[in-house]
């Protein structure tokens, strides 16, 4: 079956153009002129999706997700099933997601338990990064293994002691061998270490509530471990990646380093542009827990967000993912009514990172053409899903997303598909939104109908990554 998009304007990590896209079953197979021969042709058989007054976009790729992680004694409350449909209102059509290597389990088992969680359970397209959380012979050489397999990322922790925390040598080994078989480095950048023994001390005195997450997860402490990071990757001759980025001080680190020619990336997420320690992680009551999450929200008195929109701008920060790692209110945030430590580490947001996004777009922060690059055509580089993910062209998959600029709504519990029972966006007035998605060339969502199903999703394995500088 074939489908001709007509009548928008395809936008992409160059440009804007009023192109019409002809897809053949999953791919897209040419990019037309309206008044071209061609497209009056193509238009005589195919199905016609009008898309007159829409913007037509890549389907988005969020390269940082958690769905169903273990995390303090709970599970991330988003399931594969109801975290990628809840994408694909987004106008998300690929993510890739986290499988866990625990300390003292093999690689290969905890990467096993994983794929069987997401195949046949997704919505839209996935792929795995690998968290190698016990660093050792056997898992270094199962790095080697699964970048053969299309699995080329692996995530380290410097935080965390006791549960995915590595040290400084494991660090290096880790790098080592990723400089050898062409892997990246993921990294979550805070010093664990020293987290911990502010946490202790303010929990001595007595401060519990949620905002003293943030408080002893200085700002400090991620730009050490930053820097950290980057010189242990320049000794491992690794790239690195430094995930939810969330300081002016981290980006400083990334910026100076990638100034002096450094292989060193680094997201950020929709809360650290959006959200703040004041008003969200210090609201009233117990309120501020659906706000806890690591890296934490930041100062508002500070110059947090406004930095950040400029990295993005510069391209210091080079992708937006989400972290999505979802916990309810009640009896999952509750775990940490007495103790902010025992409150699970997380905010859901794989639904509104397009839309979040966009509004750096109608704000002026950013260009249309950096949204789709910053939510799509660069994480798929990055990640080594590109030029199947991530562009519009002859031979991508067909995954699209019609967005109407001229829509007004706002984010609630109310209208999101994220299985949550509050949203960390609640009232944000939201211009544009997303009106058709389309998967491998099927249409899943339109008209306000979502129409895909659990196991239209396929595994996709990844090359390495091609955004080095």
């Known amino acids: 079956m074939t489908m001709l998009i007509k009548g928008g304007t395809v936008i992409s990590a160059t440009g804007a153009t009023a192109t019409e896209v002809l897809v053949d079953g999953e791919e897209v197979v040419a ?28 389907g988005g790729v969020d390269a940082h997700t958690h769905m169903e992680l273990p995390f303090g004694g709970t599970y991330a409350s988003d399931t594969f099933e109801s975290g990628t449909k809840a994408a694909a209102w987004g106008g998300t059509t690929t993510i890739v997601d986290f499988a866990v290597q625990s300390h003292g389990r093999q690689v290969r088992e905890c990467l096993d338990e994983w794929m069987a969680k997401a195949e046949g359970n997704c919505a839209i397209d996935f792929a795995f990064h690998m968290i190698i959380g016990d660093v050792n012979d056997a898992s270094l050489k199962e790095m080697d293994i699964l970048v053969d397999e299309g699995i080329t990322s692996f995530k380290l922790f410097m935080a965390y002691p006791g549960v995915f925390y590595s040290d400084d040598g494991q660090i290096l080994r880790a790098m080592q061998t990723a400089a050898g078989n062409g892997g990246l480095i993921m990294m979550h950048a805070e010093n664990g270490i020293a987290i911990d023994v502010l946490a202790e001390q303010a929990v001595a005195r007595g401060e519990t509530d949620p905002l003293y997450h943030g408080i002893v997860r200085r700002a400090e402490f991620e730009s050490e471990a930053t820097h950290r990071a980057i010189k242990l990757a320049k000794v491992g001759a690794a790239p690195l990646y430094i995930v939810h980025l969330s300081a002016s001080e981290a980006l400083t ?69 989400t972290d999505h790692c979802p916990f309810c209110m009640k009896e999952q945030k509750e775990l940490g009514t007495e103790d902010f430590r025992a409150i699970p580490n997380g905010i859901g947001g794989v639904e509104h990172r397009m839309d979040l996004i966009y509004q750096g777009v109608v704000q002026g922060e950013i260009s249309l053409p950096r949204w789709v690059e910053l939510c799509a055509t660069t994480p798929a580089r990055m990640f080594g899903l590109y030029p199947k993910k991530g562009v519009i062209q002859p031979g991508s998959d067909a995954d699209i997303v019609l967005y109407d600029p ?17 949203s960390a966006y609640e009232g944000l007035e939201i211009e544009g939104k997303v009106d058709t998605v389309i998967s491998r060339g099927r249409v899943v969502l339109a008209d306000g109908e979502f129409s895909g199903n659990a196991g239209d999703g396929r595994y996709v394995r990844r090359g390495l990554t091609q955004y080095l500088m």
Request: net charge negative.
């Open 31 to 58: 990019l037309l002129s309206p008044d071209s021969d061609l497209a009056v042709s193509a238009a005589e058989s195919a199905e016609i999706i009008d898309a007159t007054g829409k913007y037509v976009l890549p």
């Open 406 to 422: 001229a829509a007004r709504w706002s984010i609630s519990v109310d209208n999101h598909h994220m299985n949550m029972d509050y």
């Open 253 to 321: 680190e990334v910026t100076r380093a990638r100034n002096d020619g450094a292989n060193v990336f680094a997201e950020t997420c929709p809360q650290y542009l959006y959200l703040n320690l004041e008003d969200h992680l210090g609201a009233p009551g117990f309120a501020g827990a659906g706000y806890v999450c690591s890296t934490p929200l930041r100062s508002k008195h500070e110059h947090h967000h406004a930095d950040l929109w400029k990295g993005l701008r510069t391209n210091d920060l080079s992708v937006v993912s």
